[in-house]
């Protein structure tokens, strides 16, 4: 199957400083791009969808200016948690859907604890 | 969203034949049915996806009830690598409009493989 890879895989970082992590379609362009939350022991929580070029589409409940997400190419978007506070540290996800494609491809996942 | 039902949790013997069930009443003519399970602080995997045809693939085999109110995935001979969470979800195709295009995470089955 087609390759995702979320950087970085793991990251501590100071309560108030900003965190960026990049999410990359190695072998396809991915029109569209989906990033997720979890907490221990639960399922995954879709945070927004972000189609490449066009502002991303939050669910009900997300932060818009705390969750950044940019989608400006075909294989690359990032997600930037900024003014990090120790509630945010959770197992963030990413997945990508190419054009015409139904099925999704997923990053390993980014594991953000706020100290 | 379209929801699924599956159960919580289930178990197998190595080398055993699994049918893991999912719920699906409300699915409408355009929802494929998807499966992707999730290995512990990993990302989700992709397994197998269908429309209205059984499907079959190197991991398992879906199938799917003619009336698609319901779909089984099958994983024909359990090993202890299957041990993960399962989750059956419904998404539209890219073009077919709705939320249904998103990737909407129930809570899953989780399958263990007893040695």
């Known amino acids: 199957g087609a390759v995702v890879s979320q950087h970085p895989s793991w990251v501590i970082c100071k309560s108030g400083t900003s965190v960026k992590i990049e999410c990359r379609s190695l072998?396809?362009?991915?029109?569209?791009m989906f990033w997720y939350r979890q907490f221990p022991k639960q399922s995954l929580m879709l945070m927004a969808t972000?189609?490449?070029?066009?502002?991303?589409?939050?669910e009900q409940g997300v932060e818009k200016d705390k969750f950044l997400i940019n989608h400006a190419s075909l294989t690359l978007s990032t997600l930037t948690v900024t003014s990090a506070h120790p509630e945010d540290s959770s197992f963030y996800i990413c997945?990508?859907?190419?054009?015409?494609?139904?099925?999704?491809?997923f990053g390993q996942g980014t594991r953000l604890t706020v100290v | 969203d379209a929801k699924t039902t599956q159960p919580n949790s289930m178990e197998s013997n190595e080398e055993e034949p699994v049918h893991l069930p999912c719920n699906h009443s409300t699915i409408s003519g355009t929802d494929y049915i998807h499966w992707y399970r999730q290995l512990p602080s990993q990302g989700p995997e992709y397994v197998i996806h269908?429309?209205?045809s059984n499907v079959n693939n190197r991991m398992a085999s879906l199938a799917i009830a003619e009336d698609r109110k319901s779909s089984t995935l099958i994983l024909h001979r359990a090993t202890l690598r299957d041990a993960a969470v399962y989750y059956c979800i419904l998404m539209g195709g890219m073009y077919s409009g709705g939320s249904n295009y998103k990737l909407t995470f129930g809570k899953g089955t989780l399958l263990t493989v007893n040695p």
């Open positions: 997945s990508a859907r190419g054009p015409g494609d139904t099925e999704a491809f």
């Open positions: 269908g429309l209205t």
């Open positions: 072998d396809f362009q991915a029109t569209t």
């Open positions: 972000s189609n490449e070029g066009s502002k991303a589409t939050y």
